[in-house]
């Protein structure tokens, strides 16, 4: 089948254009009158010749993203809205991807023209969302497909501005602390050593600053292989039992109650079951669905599995906020709302408005983790750089024949 762009006019004169599928121009042209239009103008959809299958920037090689995701499901919905068939959306959407992106849109586009639905298309192609795949579910079936894929990339665009935050006020204190660390093992491995080899060749007596880094220098060169295989071996067993389903539990339970950290997490999974819920809800999702859904968005396993007991529960008839009351480690707050949306009736845009409460809250949280951070790893890397320069600084000293005292 070919795709074909016209303009043509209606029985009313009024003049429209659109795309239509049909074996050969002719063919086109006759459903189109068989449909009562006049064609003013057909032509086959071909790739323009000007498209661009090279690129001197290799990032634009990289495999399909988060974000190219978010972009492309914009640039479709405002398509659709604007009377352009999916299939079309979608073809025009790869013809201006980057060239990595184009493999998956256009593998989309031939699904849907041998017939199959999007929802399906995207499934199989392994890196949508279970609730972006849901959302356009439930627009295929409701007609309102435009609408939901605005959602799901607004959605997405928000995940991602959280994770982008997150890193963002991580950046500093941990290339503080990389740096501090390098730096140290660099003076212990090399400048401590030959301070050391100086000071017996000259006979001077060892300052006692300057005997303790040698001694911590020592171990640290005596052990350097023995640390670099613990840690490798701790990463290793870390990673399997982050892996194994039980011990990923206990794991995300455990994270959950560190100060701090915990309060971070507990606010970021009740922004996520917050903003995913009352999308699905507000799309039509039936409740038993939507909390299917939560149990595989869920980073944080614990979290989820409390997610299952409450689907369990409702499955046997009871309310969403009982057993997410009893078994939940959401916000107090949110529990509550849950209660109240329920008995009125107006559960979706309860937790919509949630989403944007906790969402401020999980900002100022972060501001306040990064804000405490950043200057306890100024003490802690001041302190072992100091001690550090503090003993060369003295070993020299005695070295040129100084008094340390």
Same mark, same amino acid.
Not at 154 to 163: D, F, G, I, N, V
Not at 207 to 226: E, G, R
Not at 315 to 325: E, F, I, R, T
Not at 369 to 383: R, S
């Given at each position: 089948?070919t795709?074909?762009?016209?303009?043509?006019?209606?029985?009313?004169?009024?003049?429209?254009?659109?795309?239509?599928?049909?074996?050969?121009?002719?063919?086109?042209?006759?459903?189109?009158?068989?449909?009562?239009?006049?064609?003013?103008?057909?032509?086959?959809?071909?790739?323009?010749?000007?498209?661009?299958?090279?690129?001197?920037?290799?990032?634009?090689?990289?495999?399909?993203?988060?974000?190219?995701?978010?972009?492309?499901?914009?640039?479709? @919905?405002?398509?659709?809205?604007?009377g =352009?068939?999916?299939?079309?959306? =979608?073809?025009?959407?790869?013809?201006?991807?980057?060239?990595?992106?184009?493999k998956?849109?256009?593998?989309?586009?031939?699904?849907?023209?041998?017939?199959?639905?999007?929802?399906? !298309?995207? /499934?199989?192609?392994?890196?949508?969302?279970?609730?972006?795949?849901?959302?356009?579910?439930?627009?295929?079936?409701?007609?309102?497909?435009?609408?939901v894929?605005?959602?799901? @990339?607004?959605?997405?665009?928000?995940?991602?501005?959280? /994770?982008?935050?997150?890193?963002?006020?991580?950046?500093?204190?941990?290339?503080t602390?990389?740096?501090?660390?390098?730096l140290?093992?660099?003076?212990?491995?090399?400048? =401590?050593?030959e301070?050391?080899k100086?000071?017996?060749?000259?006979?001077?007596p060892? &300052?006692?600053?300057?005997? @303790?880094?040698?001694?911590?220098?020592?171990?640290?060169?005596?052990?350097?292989?023995?640390?670099?295989?613990?840690?490798?071996?701790?990463?290793?067993?870390?990673?399997v039992?982050?892996?194994?389903?039980?011990?990923?539990?206990?794991?995300?339970?455990?994270?959950?109650?560190?100060? *701090?950290?915990?309060?971070?997490?507990?606010?970021?999974?009740?922004?996520?079951?917050?903003?995913?819920?009352?999308?699905?809800?507000?799309?039509?999702?039936?409740?038993?669905?939507?909390?299917?859904?939560?149990?595989?968005?869920?980073?944080?396993?614990?979290?989820?599995?409390?997610? !299952?007991?409450?689907?369990?529960?409702?499955?046997?008839?009871?309310? *969403?906020?009982?057993?997410?009351?009893?078994?939940?480690?959401?916000?107090? *707050?949110?529990?509550?709302?849950?209660?109240?949306?329920?008995?009125?009736?107006?559960?979706?845009?309860?937790?919509?408005?949630?989403?944007?409460?906790?969402?401020?809250?999980?900002?100022?949280a972060?501001?306040?983790?990064?804000?405490?951070? !950043?200057p306890?790893?100024?003490?802690?890397?001041?302190?072992?750089?100091?001690?550090?320069?503090?003993?060369?600084? =003295?070993?020299?000293?005695? @070295?040129?024949?100084?008094? &340390?005292?």
């Amino acid at each position: 089948m070919t795709i074909f762009n016209y303009t043509a006019r209606d029985r009313s004169g009024q003049q429209l254009s659109d795309v239509v599928e049909s074996a050969s121009r002719d063919a086109a042209i006759m459903k189109l009158r068989g449909d009562g239009l006049l064609v003013l103008q057909i032509n086959e959809l071909k790739q323009k010749t000007d498209e661009k299958n090279y690129s001197l920037n290799p990032l634009d090689y990289r495999s399909i993203r988060s974000q190219d995701i978010e972009n492309a499901f914009h640039q479709i @919905a405002v398509m659709l809205r604007s009377g =352009v068939s999916l299939l079309a959306a =979608v073809e025009l959407t790869r013809k201006y991807a980057r060239i990595g992106t184009r493999k998956v849109w256009a593998k989309i586009a031939e699904r849907i023209q041998q017939g199959g639905a999007f929802t399906d !298309a995207l /499934k199989e192609q392994g890196m949508f969302s279970n609730l972006t795949v849901q959302l356009v579910a439930v627009g295929e079936q409701t007609g309102n497909l435009s609408t939901v894929m605005n959602q799901a @990339a607004k959605e997405m665009a928000s995940t991602r501005r959280l /994770k982008k935050q997150i890193t963002s006020a991580l950046k500093y204190p941990a290339f503080t602390l990389v740096f501090a660390i390098g730096l140290v093992v660099f003076m212990l491995t090399s400048i =401590v050593p030959e301070i050391k080899k100086l000071l017996k060749i000259m006979g001077k007596p060892m &300052p006692p600053i300057t005997q @303790a880094l040698i001694d911590v220098s020592d171990w640290f060169v005596q052990n350097t292989v023995y640390m670099a295989v613990g840690a490798t071996v701790f990463t290793v067993i870390f990673i399997v039992l982050y892996q194994w389903p039980p011990a990923r539990w206990w794991i995300d339970r455990f994270a959950l109650r560190v100060p *701090l950290i915990g309060h971070v997490l507990r606010l970021s999974g009740t922004v996520l079951f917050c903003r995913a819920m009352g999308l699905l809800l507000s799309s039509g999702v039936l409740i038993v669905d939507a909390l299917k859904t939560m149990e595989v968005l869920h980073g944080n396993k614990f979290m989820a599995s409390h997610v !299952a007991f409450a689907h369990s529960r409702v499955l046997q008839g009871s309310s *969403l906020a009982d057993p997410l009351v009893e078994k939940s480690r959401y916000m107090d *707050l949110v529990l509550q709302m849950i209660r109240v949306g329920e008995n009125s009736g107006t559960l979706d845009d309860i937790l919509l408005e949630m989403t944007e409460y906790h969402e401020e809250l999980l900002e100022q949280a972060i501001a306040k983790l990064t804000g405490m951070i !950043a200057p306890l790893m100024t003490v802690f890397v001041g302190g072992l750089v100091g001690f550090v320069y503090a003993a060369f600084l =003295v070993a020299m000293f005695s @070295a040129a024949g100084g008094s &340390p005292s």
